[in-house]
């Protein structure tokens, strides 16, 4: 008799053969993923070896973990970490909460051309491209009279140096993060609110609970897994500074790097003076690692407090 693994593969087959077209869909995602995931994880050598473009990867000589002393042994390692990590987490925790707040409203508008226009004006920052929204903090922040003083001397408060006080642009930052980013995850709360039974509010609203009840004991109760594993998504990238976002905002600017230079700048100046790519892969690397490590363990605290909103 076939074992429990033939049946199983022969199951499978068969459910292609009867479903050819469904499973076809499919192809074009895993051609993406093979093309663009899977085969560079062969450049993953790069990081062990001085590399050489005439030589190529395989051609270049081994160099082990030399490239990883550049970085960890450099004098701004411990800021560098912390920038990032400490953005990265503010950019989530904040982003978070203004989306679970802001599908939770969006859920109790029930004019549908209002909840449209609305949806559409707090989705449109998403499609802007950091250089256009980096051209609007320079326009509202920047140059020697910045628009943004002229409203704090209207009322009577002292204007701010905002290009030379490093302290101000980690929330400076996460403000714009939450501006761009809060309305798409919206979106995201907002499809699961929609998967949300009725029955449920029929019967809260039979019991006399009141909107901000059903909110807080239904809704957000029942969102939680949601955001847990968009959550555990964005840990992630945790050791991932948003190269786009930083540089485009921030610049060469070397007054605010106390508080804003994170891995992804960092490499990509060194790479402009050193043109080192042994070094940069070796960073990339380590990144990836760190990010699966964090998963791992976020997803193994997940599960401890509730299985159903772990990933695995």
């Known amino acids: 008799m076939p074992n429990g693994r033939g049946r199983g593969m022969r199951y499978k087959l068969t459910q292609i053969a009867r479903n050819p077209f469904l499973y076809g869909m499919a192809v074009p995602g895993l051609l993406f993923f093979l093309i663009f995931s899977y085969f560079p994880i062969y450049g993953i050598l790069i990081a062990f070896k001085n590399y050489d473009f005439q030589k190529g990867i395989t051609g270049s000589e081994w160099a082990g973990f030399k490239n990883f002393n550049y970085f960890f042994t450099s004098d701004d390692f411990w800021t560098i970490l912390r920038n990032t990590l400490l ?14 707040i802001i599908s939770l409203m969006f859920n109790e508008i029930r004019n549908k051309y209002f909840k449209r226009i609305s949806q559409s004006l707090i989705f449109l920052p998403y499609f802007m491209s950091w250089i256009v929204i980096g051209m609007l903090v320079q326009s509202f922040l920047g140059g020697e009279q910045p628009p943004v003083n002229a409203w704090l001397e209207s009322l009577g408060l002292a204007p701010v140096n905002w290009m030379y006080e490093s302290a101000l642009w980690p929330w400076l930052l996460t403000v714009i993060r939450v501006w761009q980013g809060a309305g798409y995850l919206s979106i995201i709360f907002l499809a699961a609110i929609t998967g949300i039974s009725e029955d449920l509010y029929e019967a809260a609203r039979i019991d006399g609970a009141s909107k901000l009840q059903i909110m807080m004991r239904i809704t957000l109760p029942l969102l939680v897994p949601t955001i847990m594993i968009m959550t555990l998504l964005a840990v992630g990238r945790i050791f991932n500074g948003d190269f786009a976002m930083i540089y485009a905002i921030i610049g060469d600017n070397s007054l605010l790097y106390p508080t804003t230079d994170v891995i992804d700048t960092f490499v990509f100046r060194s790479m402009r003076q050193l043109h080192d790519f042994g070094m940069s892969s070796a960073v990339g690397l380590f990144q990836s690692v760190m990010g699966l490590v964090f998963v791992i363990a976020a997803n193994w605290i997940t599960r401890r407090i509730s299985k159903e909103s772990a990933l695995f």
């Open 87 to 100: 953005l990265n987490i503010m950019f989530i925790v904040f982003t978070t909460v203004a989306a679970v």
